[in-house]
């Protein structure tokens, strides 16, 4: 029986890994769950050692490295992330298993296959932790990590993790903060869906593109689209996916 320990900051992605990982038939046991750096080393530090490690790259409070350099994983690790499948070849180099999101149950239960072969002692890699942290930061740097915005005499730096949404209003854009702040934004809808990082933002229609965290329930709508209401609320009108996005929407949160 593998004894699997998951680390996912997002809870229906959580869900959705618990539910996969039922239906691959593999005897497991779920021995923690945790949905952030500091969260998965305060509850690892206190179980035995699991067979295995399921984590997202980037979590809440950093990214999974920053739990490495605490707690050097004595098990294979499969690790979850958004990023370019082609990237990723480190990964395979370095013998490290990893899950291109939304995760397919098909993926994963090859990965865990692999995983089952690996805990034979003669065939367990030597992963090099150093040179996969390189690669993930590598790819993350193609993205857009702020934004400077003019604030009537000052200039203000805004975190990419600090935004829930970008909108269009009367043909400006802006974007609003999770602190429930909003900005004009010198950028068009087209720009920024190439700038911001596709595991984390979706361009939902030709008015919104919002931040996976910004979403605090869907619900269904006429012609196959999908209601969103968001965190913060935004006020001006329904936020909906247009029907043409919805299936990749759905593919994008992990509910296909």
Known sequence: MLNIALIEDEPLAMTRLQDMLQQSGIPHRVMVCADSVSDALQKLQRVSSPDLVITDVQLGDGDCFELFRSWPPPCPVIFTTAYNEYALEAFQVN????????????????????????????????????????????????????????????????????????????????????????????????????????????????QFIVHVKSISKMLPASKSRIELELEPPYTQGEVVVSTDKSPQFKAWMGNT
Do not use: C, H, W
């Open 95 to 206: 013998a490290a298993d990893y899950l291109l999101k939304p995760v397919r149950q098909q993926a994963l239960n090859a990965a865990l296959e692999k995983v089952q072969q690996r805990m034979q002692p003669a065939s367990a890699p030597v992963i090099d932790y150093v040179k996969l942290a390189r690669a993930i930061m590598a790819e993350e740097q193609r993205y857009q990590r702020r934004y400077f915005i003019r604030f009537g005499d000052q200039i203000r730096s805004i975190d990419v993790s600090e935004i829930a949404y970008f909108y269009t209003l009367s043909k400006s854009v802006f974007l609003v903060t999770f602190s429930q702040r909003t900005y004009p934004l010198d950028k068009t809808m087209d720009v920024l869906e190439t700038e911001l990082d596709p595991g984390v933002f979706f361009r939902i229609n030709r």
